[in-house]
């Protein structure tokens, strides 16, 4: 009886080591590097993939991107691995690691996690433009966001480096699905982000034997318009916001004129010079104040709900002629140059296909919403200085697929509102959209987060009979801000 219980656990013990082994021998394990970054406490495998900028003569300049992976935990019953691609265009997906590797476990529990910063973006040879990327004084946030000189500037900068024709998505999907090869794998599931989105349901378009299954969050899309429709998609998610601020006690009972409140403040803004003495790093600053530029960041704050929560209260401060708020969300005090996002790599993108888009279906009702035409007519003359052949019309047709594609969209999202979602979904008969009441195009402060990362993995893992969708209805923001309790006594 002795020897049969020690040849079995000899036998068990050879399989446990050969799975090890075999599980090391992997693709990923051959050609990536184990790095613990600074702030993590585990570590992940990073390396970089060569690919010739121009895809269509596979010759000249090369760019490195830079790929990594966090490893799944459980590897000997792996599921295919779950590629982030992140939005803007001009984001790299490698700022997610953090999350995936140190926070929510849970999704690299049988799937391994891949960030690729794609072309000109992270550490990929990123197009910056550093001019464009930093507000040097508090003024500059109320002029024009993409001025001739730094755009010429920029310019200058790449002239003799890089051709900005090819960033377009179709070349980042090109150089994904090198990435899939060169790791190894066989099938892949896609977690797409915004602009994400977009690359995305164009992979699973040129390459559907690749593609497993794919979660899309607030997508953009190759026929999807959100630059000329942008003012009114941010009125709808304004008007969202004031309802539910109504429909809220506090809110209702503190900023009871909330809409009567912004029009005014418009009004006012459009029509007289409103001038602020602030001090800053004890420098006195004199600010011309502009409704456009105030539109656009509060059209920016109905992003999150972190955001969209103060809205109500910085329009009431600004109201009574306190713009205190609304400076400090503005963050006219920063001075830092931006590296989250590479503006070359984003205009190089938008001005071959988004702006081009909006052009042919550019409606001046626009001009009737809070935030009027101001994101079209600025993006239509940056391009009109950020030279780049547009793509073909025929790029401008919705993606059809039976691929399995799950679309999660923001009832108060002020770019790709859940009608834009629903249309997506339309020409993929394996899809389905789910609307979360109070997510604006992200989150961040929502409460049941769990719902979301649970119902995500469900669906990737092909078990989403076993996940409720209500939940959703219980993520949930923190309270509206309301006006500093004054004391009395005094």
């Given at each position: 009886?002795?020897?049969i219980i020690y040849w079995t656990l000899v036998v068990i013990a050879v399989a446990i080591v050969s799975c090890s082994e075999n599980n090391e021998d992997r693709t990923i394990f051959q050609r990536?590097?184990?790095?613990?970054?600074?702030?993590?406490?585990?570590?992940?495998l990073m390396g970089r993939l060569e690919v010739f900028e121009n895809r269509n003569t596979m010759s000249g300049r090369k760019i490195q991107l830079s790929v990594a992976v966090t490893p799944a935990h459980i590897r000997d019953s792996l599921n295919e691995p779950i590629f982030i691609i992140d939005g803007g265009p001009g984001i790299g997906s490698f700022h997610q690691s953090y999350f995936y590797t140190e926070m929510d476990t849970l999704y690299r529990r049988y799937h391994d996690i891949v960030y690729v910063d794609v072309r000109g973006t992270g550490k990929s040879n990123p197009l910056n433009c550093l001019e464009l990327q930093t507000k040097s004084n508090p003024q500059e946030h109320f002029l024009d966001p993409y001025p001739q000189q730094e755009?010429?500037?920029c310019i200058e900068k790449y002239r003799d480096s890089v051709d900005f024709n090819f960033y377009k998505t179709k070349y980042i999907v090109e150089d994904l699905e090198d990435v899939r090869q060169w790791l190894g794998y066989e099938k892949i599931n896609l977690l797409g982000?915004?602009?994400g989105g977009k690359v995305s349901l164009m992979y699973m378009d040129h390459y559907p034997e690749?593609?497993?299954?794919v979660v899309l969050h607030a997508p953009d899309a190759p026929n999807i318009d959100h630059v000329s429709n942008r003012g009114k998609y941010a009125q709808r998610a304004l008007d969202k916001l004031f309802d539910f601020c109504m429909n809220d006690s506090l809110c209702r009972s503190n900023y009871p004129n909330i809409k009567e409140e912004f029009h005014s403040l418009m009004n006012r803004l459009k029509t007289t010079e409103v001038r602020e003495e602030i001090v800053l790093d004890n420098a006195t600053n004199q600010l011309s104040i502009t409704w456009l530029p105030v539109a656009r960041k509060l059209a920016n704050m109905l992003y999150q709900d972190d955001g969209y929560v103060q809205i109500p209260y910085i329009v009431h401060e600004a109201f009574l002629e306190n713009y205190k708020p609304m400076f400090n969300a503005m963050g006219i005090a920063n001075t830092d140059t931006n590296y989250f996002m590479a503006y070359g790599m984003w205009l190089s993108n938008i001005c071959a296909e988004d702006v081009p888009l909006a052009r042919e279906n550019y409606?001046?009702?626009?001009?009737?919403t809070f935030l009027s035409d101001y994101l079209y007519q600025t993006r239509k003359t940056a391009c009109d200085t950020w030279i780049v052949d547009p793509v073909e019309k025929s790029a401008f047709k919705p993606v059809v697929s039976d691929i399995p594609t799950l679309v999660l969209s923001g009832e108060f999202d002020p770019t790709l509102p859940?009608?834009?979602?629903?249309?997506?979904?339309?020409s993929l008969s394996n899809g389905q959209q789910i609307i979360i009441p109070y997510m604006g195009h992200m989150f961040a402060d929502l409460s049941n987060l769990e719902c979301y990362d649970n119902y995500v993995l469900a669906f990737f893992d092909n078990d989403i009979s076993t996940m409720n969708s209500n939940c959703f209805v219980e993520m949930k923001p923190k309270p509206f801000k309301l006006p500093p309790i004054v004391d009395k006594t005094n």
């Amino acid at each position: 009886m002795k020897t049969i219980i020690y040849w079995t656990l000899v036998v068990i013990a050879v399989a446990i080591v050969s799975c090890s082994e075999n599980n090391e021998d992997r693709t990923i394990f051959q050609r990536l590097s184990y790095i613990q970054p600074e702030g993590y406490k585990d570590s992940l495998l990073m390396g970089r993939l060569e690919v010739f900028e121009n895809r269509n003569t596979m010759s000249g300049r090369k760019i490195q991107l830079s790929v990594a992976v966090t490893p799944a935990h459980i590897r000997d019953s792996l599921n295919e691995p779950i590629f982030i691609i992140d939005g803007g265009p001009g984001i790299g997906s490698f700022h997610q690691s953090y999350f995936y590797t140190e926070m929510d476990t849970l999704y690299r529990r049988y799937h391994d996690i891949v960030y690729v910063d794609v072309r000109g973006t992270g550490k990929s040879n990123p197009l910056n433009c550093l001019e464009l990327q930093t507000k040097s004084n508090p003024q500059e946030h109320f002029l024009d966001p993409y001025p001739q000189q730094e755009l010429q500037s920029c310019i200058e900068k790449y002239r003799d480096s890089v051709d900005f024709n090819f960033y377009k998505t179709k070349y980042i999907v090109e150089d994904l699905e090198d990435v899939r090869q060169w790791l190894g794998y066989e099938k892949i599931n896609l977690l797409g982000v915004s602009f994400g989105g977009k690359v995305s349901l164009m992979y699973m378009d040129h390459y559907p034997e690749s593609i497993n299954r794919v979660v899309l969050h607030a997508p953009d899309a190759p026929n999807i318009d959100h630059v000329s429709n942008r003012g009114k998609y941010a009125q709808r998610a304004l008007d969202k916001l004031f309802d539910f601020c109504m429909n809220d006690s506090l809110c209702r009972s503190n900023y009871p004129n909330i809409k009567e409140e912004f029009h005014s403040l418009m009004n006012r803004l459009k029509t007289t010079e409103v001038r602020e003495e602030i001090v800053l790093d004890n420098a006195t600053n004199q600010l011309s104040i502009t409704w456009l530029p105030v539109a656009r960041k509060l059209a920016n704050m109905l992003y999150q709900d972190d955001g969209y929560v103060q809205i109500p209260y910085i329009v009431h401060e600004a109201f009574l002629e306190n713009y205190k708020p609304m400076f400090n969300a503005m963050g006219i005090a920063n001075t830092d140059t931006n590296y989250f996002m590479a503006y070359g790599m984003w205009l190089s993108n938008i001005c071959a296909e988004d702006v081009p888009l909006a052009r042919e279906n550019y409606n001046v009702d626009e001009k009737e919403t809070f935030l009027s035409d101001y994101l079209y007519q600025t993006r239509k003359t940056a391009c009109d200085t950020w030279i780049v052949d547009p793509v073909e019309k025929s790029a401008f047709k919705p993606v059809v697929s039976d691929i399995p594609t799950l679309v999660l969209s923001g009832e108060f999202d002020p770019t790709l509102p859940p009608e834009t979602g629903a249309k997506i979904v339309s020409s993929l008969s394996n899809g389905q959209q789910i609307i979360i009441p109070y997510m604006g195009h992200m989150f961040a402060d929502l409460s049941n987060l769990e719902c979301y990362d649970n119902y995500v993995l469900a669906f990737f893992d092909n078990d989403i009979s076993t996940m409720n969708s209500n939940c959703f209805v219980e993520m949930k923001p923190k309270p509206f801000k309301l006006p500093p309790i004054v004391d009395k006594t005094n």
